[in-house]
């Protein structure tokens, strides 16, 4: 068990719709990483948080959005979703500690289908 | 542009027949390379943390090294539960300074009894 609490696991949607993917990152750890993961491609960094700030930016669509709030959950948000949108959607928290660096951890994932 | 490329893309072993996995790396500023191990439908399962060429650190049958250019994750030995993919990625400062995690694509490893 990583720590990184994902939910739901599971979800099934049709095509136009709205979700939202929370996660509750380690104990103590203030950065918030989001991540796509389809059948055909690898893991591909949408965006990350910093104690509540935007800090990094990746291959993320208009249609999603994603903030990290004061207890440091974050949600990520996707909208008008389309078939192409289904994959495996992970969240990863980070801490530093000086005598091992950064350590990135991930949660199990939530599946998203869109039919 | 920061780019990780891992190969190869599937490797099969028999039980007992050791291997490395190559993480050929192009960053902007390397903070980090890290391994990690996925089964399917699982999130990344941490392994290593190297950050200086030289830098070698091991765990049971797996160890890794890292190169000012790639890192290796040899695997001696193998056992049939080693069956998994295994990624590689790098922490990198981006042109704005703010750090980023750059995913390879995998090997897929599978370890025959």
């Known amino acids: 068990d990583s720590g990184v609490t994902q939910t739901p696991k599971h979800l099934i949607t049709a095509t136009g719709q709205r979700v939202t993917l929370r996660c509750s990152p380690r104990?103590?750890?203030?950065?918030v990483y989001w991540y796509q993961q389809s059948l055909d491609q690898g893991l591909q960094f949408l965006i990350q948080?910093?104690?509540?700030?935007?800090?990094a930016k990746g291959n993320i669509l208009e249609r999603f959005s994603a903030q990290q709030f004061p207890d440091l959950h974050s949600e990520l948000n996707l909208s008008s979703l389309e078939l192409g949108d289904s994959a495996l959607y992970f969240c990863?928290?980070?801490?530093?500690?000086?005598?091992?660096?950064?350590?990135?951890?991930f949660g199990e994932g939530s599946w998203l289908t869109v039919v | 542009e920061d780019q990780v490329t891992q190969s190869p893309e599937a490797l099969r072993l028999q039980e007992g027949e050791s291997s490395s996995l190559n993480c050929s790396y192009t960053?902007?500023?390397?903070?980090?390379l890290f391994w990690y191990r996925q089964d399917p439908g699982k999130g990344p399962e941490f392994l290593f943390t190297?950050?200086?060429a030289g830098e070698e650190k091991e765990k049971e049958r797996l160890k890794a090294t890292l190169t000012k250019k790639e890192s290796f994750l040899h695997i001696t030995a193998p056992k049939p539960e080693d069956s998994a993919t295994y990624l590689c990625?790098?922490?990198?400062?981006?042109?704005?300074?703010?750090?980023?995690?750059?995913f390879g694509s995998g090997t897929r490893l599978s370890i025959r009894p």
């Open positions: 104990s103590g750890d203030l950065s």
């Open positions: 190297l950050y200086s």
């Open positions: 960053v902007s500023g390397l903070r980090g």
């Open positions: 990625a790098v922490l990198s400062t981006g042109y704005s300074s703010a750090s980023k995690i750059i």
């Open positions: 990863a928290s980070s801490v530093y500690d000086r005598g091992s660096g950064n350590t990135i951890y």
């Open positions: 948080y910093y104690n509540g700030e935007e800090r």
